[in-house]
């Protein structure tokens, strides 16, 4: 079981930046992290994962280059920096979290195959 808590949404201006923040407590070793956001009316969309083992990553088209995702594993907590923000951003942010096998990692871009999510935040970017 993993249990996510996320942090750092709030309101900005177009082309500032915010940093959010998932903190995992739990058993599991081996384990992914991936931001998702939603806009009200709007798919869930993959925005970035990263495996706290190891240091593959991956990212939506949309977001390369402006965010960047990190990681503290002494403190189970995944970070997304997110700059140069656009209004088009404006959404729930939510991380999801899944297990993997080490001998076999791929990032995944599907929500469904992440078994853990928490609640979300919100960020808004204003024009």
């Known amino acids: 079981q993993i249990q996510l808590a996320e942090s750092g949404g709030g309101l900005v201006q177009a082309g500032g930046s915010l940093r959010l923040s998932c903190t995992a407590s739990g058993r599991a070793y081996y384990y992914a992290v991936a931001w998702f956001r939603q806009a009200p009316g709007e798919e869930r969309e993959f925005v970035a994962a990263i495996a706290m083992r190891g240091s593959s990553t991956g990212y939506a088209d949309s977001v390369k280059g402006r965010f960047t995702i990190s990681k503290d594993n002494a403190e189970n907590t995944v970070y997304l920096q997110m700059n140069s923000l656009k209004p088009e951003d404006t959404a729930l942010y939510s991380c999801?979290?899944?297990?993997?096998?080490?001998?076999?990692?791929?990032?995944?871009?599907?929500?469904?195959?992440?078994?853990?999510w928490g609640q979300g935040t919100q960020v808004t970017v204003s024009s």
């Open positions: 999801r979290a899944r297990t993997y096998n080490p001998l076999n990692y791929y990032t995944t871009t599907s929500p469904d195959s992440y078994n853990y």
